[in-house]
């Protein structure tokens, strides 16, 4: 297949911007690209399917963006139920409150076709935005066996690629925390035996706050033995670092490293509240911080210190919390949160905001699938989009962070393809009904209501 006749941009190193571009894709793989009239020249005659990307939108056919698919360090599909729910009582007025009165809440009424349903909904919702790859974190306290083979059927559905671990807590007592370890094994042995190269496992853990020594270490023990990542939530709240500092004497990452859960295969999403000396291990262990900008506001906890950890070493990516997933919202906010927390408007800058989002969800992702390059470049899976913008002012390589920050939108997607498939085609689904599975997701959501 050969795509050609759009505006490239490869976000690599050097980022390249070619205004005549072309892309050439086969077995999976970009096997080929740069100015449309070279690749006609090249492979036009052998080629059975040339794609021309002009938009057919307008009178006079411009040139579409060709960019990478986007990639989602860290998300919850199990969340998609509470669009539009009124939780019963008083507002919550902490986050601990919002766990207790909505999320914990929420996840206890899942039952498996529930869960399916969720990340049906979300897939639908990657694909529309351009997003291919999603690390996601699942709980279903009261639908825990097989709960991540049925999320993994829906990312084999859409044809999209994720990776999957089920969310360990003490929150509903021992019995439920060893059901969350072994659907974690149980998955993690599912996947190495009988896998899709798309579908990768990881085990999940909530936060330090909710796990004890033995659980913490129990889930340590089987990443090491599956060889896979940990995952899980670090200081969102003060309440974390409350906890640790007062029944260990310890805060939350010096924890996490004492118990040997600190590795370069650990994900640490959040970590708003974290000091220097956490920074520091963070960045000695290796362990990869996911940020989330738009939860982050929505919850009122505060304002992760992006900045500090990246001068110290460490990879911080980004993700959305079960926010939709218009990565470009995301990048946007994540610049704009830093500039209005440190009342400094040379904060961040819509360069570092795409960094996180492409080299850094990239360097994230091939904890998976070390394939992965979040770039346009002969050799990488061909994960890539199409989107309807026209600049106004000139785009080149050295400005199309801001161009991606102040003038793209998840919305000007009309294309998905990943792993050299078509996912989505002029903004129509391919592997998906959005209406027969936003209808079904429309029934199941009135009971899932009705048991919280």
């Known amino acids: 297949m050969l795509i050609v006749h759009g505006l490239l941009i490869t976000m690599s190193e050097p980022n390249q911007v070619i205004e005549d571009g072309a892309v050439l894709v086969r077995d999976g793989l970009i096997a080929d690209l740069g100015p449309s009239s070279e690749l006609l020249g090249r492979h036009g005659a052998s080629e059975s ?12 056919p411009k040139p579409k963006v060709i960019l990478p698919a986007n990639i989602c360090a860290h998300t919850h599909f199990y969340g998609a139920f509470a669009r539009g729910m009124a939780i019963p009582g008083a507002p919550a007025i902490n986050f601990v409150e919002i766990l207790e009165k909505l999320w914990w809440r929420l996840d206890l009424a899942l039952d498996l076709e529930a869960v399916k349903y969720s990340a049906l909904v979300c897939l639908i919702d990657a694909i529309k935005h351009g997003t291919t790859t999603l690390v996601d974190h699942h709980a279903s306290p009261n639908a825990i066996d097989g709960s991540l083979d049925v999320i993994a059927e829906a990312v084999e559905q859409a044809g999209l690629r994720a990776a999957l671990c089920y969310e360990v807590t003490d929150r509903n007592g021992m019995e439920g925390a060893w059901a969350g370890i072994e659907e974690n094994a149980r998955f993690a042995r599912r ?7 798309r579908v990768r496992a990881a085990v999940g853990i909530h936060a330090s706050f909710t796990v004890s020594d033995a659980t913490l270490d129990a889930c340590v023990s089987v990443a090491k033995e599956a060889d896979i990542p940990l995952h899980l939530h670090v200081a969102e709240d003060q309440a974390d670092q ?3 500092l007062s029944k260990y004497d310890l805060r939350v990452i010096e924890r996490l490293d004492a118990r040997g859960s600190l590795t370069h295969r650990t994900l640490c ?8 000396r956490e920074i520091d291990l963070l960045a000695q262990s290796g362990a990869k911080v996911i940020h989330q900008p738009r939860s982050n506001m929505n919850n009122g906890v505060g304002v992760a210190p992006v900045e500090a950890m990246l001068e110290a070493g460490v990879c911080v990516g980004l993700g959305n919390d079960g926010f939709s997933n218009d990565a470009f919202a995301e990048m946007k906010v994540a610049d704009m949160i830093q500039k209005l927390g440190q009342r400094n408007p040379r904060a961040m800058g819509a360069d570092v905001a795409t960094k996180l989002a492409y080299t850094n969800n990239a360097r994230i992702a091939q904890l998976f699938w070390p394939e992965l390059t979040g770039t346009l470049e002969i050799g990488a899976p061909a994960d890539l989009i199409l989107m309807d913008y026209t600049p106004f002012t000139p785009l080149h390589a050295g400005n199309v962070p801001w161009h991606m920050l102040f003038g793209m939108s998840g919305g000007m997607v009309t294309d998905t393809l990943c792993n050299g498939r078509w996912l989505m085609r002029e903004r129509r689904l391919l592997t998906l009904d959005e209406a027969e599975i936003c209808a079904k997701a429309r029934e199941l959501a009135v009971h899932v209501w009705e048991r919280i």
């Open 242 to 244: 409350d906890d640790a």
């Open 49 to 60: 399917e040339i794609i021309d990307c002009r938009s057919s939108m307008s009178r006079t």
């Open 191 to 197: 996947a190495a035996q009988h896998g899709s190269a």
């Open 269 to 276: 999403a959040h970590c708003v509240h974290i000091d220097e």
